[in-house]
């Protein structure tokens, strides 16, 4: 991953890392980071005209897996015929619901876990964002393998602002306040799933950079959103002193207030691959 997508290694390679003293995957269950979530950058356009030109079977089915709320699936419910969307928190899914495209028809939300939910299928497509590394892989793609077409494929998906001047002066204080100590910047979540054997990598796109303006005060919250940055996991001391730590690495590069980004994504897509 170049030095640029470091945001999408916020959403995901910190994430992934162990800690023993603080469970993060429970930050998804407060209400708190899921109404943060809307401060995440969207997924640039590209994504969905890449994500529905993988669909060669019908019905246009798709499973998106930890779902959050709905940043892929409700986009891909305008494009597809069902979308069904996995996520174990129940306060992502309500905020999902109350997004934009949140109460589509053909869309169905489902509180569970990829490895135990009740599923449909079989899917002519399965998706992932910022989500399967929490996952138990060989039982989640035992399940995968059971309720895919034959020639679906499992793409995943990560994205993040490229390339912000600030990111050295960011990862310090991020350094200071993460739940994640035992972050491993080295982890690449492709590459993991490769090594197991039950991911086949059949292709790889990234996408152009895509304008995006935040407000600062939104950026902060943004960062909020990660299970490891959590309010919930903060004093109100130190999450005052992280806010303004944050607006002080940035704001040299606001302008009235609010930040011009650009945002990318690296969409990778494979085959299921499970062996008894």
């Given amino acids: 991953?170049?030095?640029?997508?470091?945001?999408?290694?916020?959403?995901?390679?910190?994430?992934?890392?162990?800690?023993?003293?603080?469970?993060?995957?429970?930050?998804?269950?407060?209400?708190?980071?899921a109404s943060a979530y809307r401060h995440r950058p969207p997924y640039p356009d590209a994504v969905f005209d890449i994500l529905t030109g993988l669909i060669a079977d019908t019905p246009r089915t798709v499973l998106d897996l930890g779902a959050g709320e709905g940043a892929l699936a409700r986009p891909l419910a305008g494009l597809a015929d069902q979308v069904d969307a996995v996520d174990i928190s129940a306060a992502m899914v309500e905020e999902g619901r109350r997004r934009p495209g949140g109460d589509a028809p053909n869309l169905r939300w489902i509180v569970g876990a990829a490895e135990t939910a009740p599923l449909g299928g079989p899917y002519a497509l399965v998706t992932a964002g910022a989500s399967m590394h929490w996952m138990r892989w060989r039982e989640t793609f035992e399940r995968l393998a059971a309720v895919m077409t034959a020639g679906a494929f499992l793409a995943i998906v990560g994205h993040g602002h490229d390339d912000p001047p600030w990111m050295t002066t960011l990862d310090e204080v991020i350094a200071r306040h993460s739940r994640s100590p035992g972050y491993d910047p080295a982890f690449r979540l492709v590459d993991a799933l490769s090594e197991t054997g039950l991911f086949e990598v059949a292709g790889h796109i990234t996408t152009a950079p895509e304008a995006f303006r935040q407000r600062t005060e939104d950026y902060v919250e943004y960062l909020h959103s990660t299970s490891s940055l959590a309010r919930e996991w903060m004093p109100a001391e130190e999450a005052d002193a992280f806010d303004w730590a944050v607006t002080e690495a940035v704001t040299p590069c606001a302008a009235d207030g609010w930040l011009d980004l650009t945002i990318v994504a690296d969409v990778t897509w494979g085959r299921v691959v499970v062996t008894t």
Avoid: H, I, N
């Fill in 1 to 33: 991953m170049p030095r640029g997508r470091v945001c999408e290694a916020l959403l995901v390679e910190q994430e992934a890392a162990p800690v023993t003293d603080v469970p993060l995957a429970e930050a998804f269950s407060y209400p708190g980071v």
